[in-house]
């Protein structure tokens, strides 16, 4: 079946690090992959995607690279911010299906000043 | 652009009470899914609508929950009667070429 396994949180940096949030997936045919963000207190929102193979994501300074061959698809950034505090999730969507998002189980990232 | 709409943002219940959901999609997204997120988990798919029609419920617990799209626009979901372990985040979500649009969430609460 389709999975996806993100690294274990909470993850605690201070501002101005660099961030990686490692994601790995199982899937049959050639997902869609994502990463979605959730700000305490709000619902999830679209961080950003990558539907084939080399591409890349990128928004609000996050970048994401979809490797077919490693079936990974981290998460990085180059200067976390406290504004960036909030809890990543890593999900992927199968084509011809339902496109049901799958989701990892999330990992919570802590920047302090 | 109004975001997808939720409502009750919290309930808490006794089990073996009934409550329900409300959500409105994005105008015009014909796609409708809602989610259970329990504390500490990815958000897991429940029920999946295309205009007013299921196309996929195979994670619906369907003895205690129920779900409906009257006119492919607003729906609800139900849980009767619920359990402990129903307590969650409830989200509903509308889809347009291929990204999905959250709402905020009903928080539920089951003593």
């Known amino acids: 079946g389709n999975s996806v396994t993100q690294m274990e949180g909470p993850v605690t940096l201070s501002e101005e690090a660099f961030l990686t949030i490692n994601c790995t997936y199982t899937?049959?045919?050639?997902?869609?992959l994502f990463w979605y963000v959730q700000y305490p207190g709000e619902g999830l929102q679209l961080l950003l995607k990558?539907?084939?193979?080399?591409d890349k994501g990128s928004n609000k300074g996050f970048e994401a690279t979809y490797r077919k061959e490693t079936t990974s698809f981290h998460l990085e950034k180059g200067s976390v911010q406290v504004s960036d505090s909030a809890v990543y999730f890593c999900?992927?969507?199968?084509?011809?299906?339902?496109?049901?998002?799958?989701f990892g189980k999330g990992t919570k990232l802590t920047v302090n000043p | 652009e109004a975001g997808v709409a939720q409502s009750p943002r919290y309930k808490i219940i006794e089990k073996r009470q009934s409550v329900a959901f409300w959500c409105n999609p994005i105008?015009?997204?014909?796609?409708l899914y809602w989610y259970q997120q329990i504390l500490g988990q990815g958000p897991k798919l429940l029920i999946q609508?295309?205009?007013?029609?299921?196309?996929?419920d195979s994670q619906l617990p369907k003895d205690r929950f129920s779900a409906e799209r009257l006119k492919g626009v607003d729906s609800t979901l139900k849980i009767q009667p619920a359990k402990l372990e129903d307590s969650a985040v409830y989200l509903c979500?509308?889809?347009?070429?291929?990204?999905?649009?959250f709402g905020p969430g009903t928080r539920l609460l089951v003593l």
């Open positions: 899937a049959t045919g050639y997902p869609s």
């Open positions: 609508f295309q205009n007013n029609g299921v196309v996929d």
């Open positions: 999900a992927l969507t199968t084509q011809g299906g339902s496109e049901k998002l799958v």
């Open positions: 979500a509308s889809s347009f070429r291929e990204t999905q649009y």
């Open positions: 990558a539907t084939k193979a080399d």
């Open positions: 105008s015009g997204h014909a796609t």
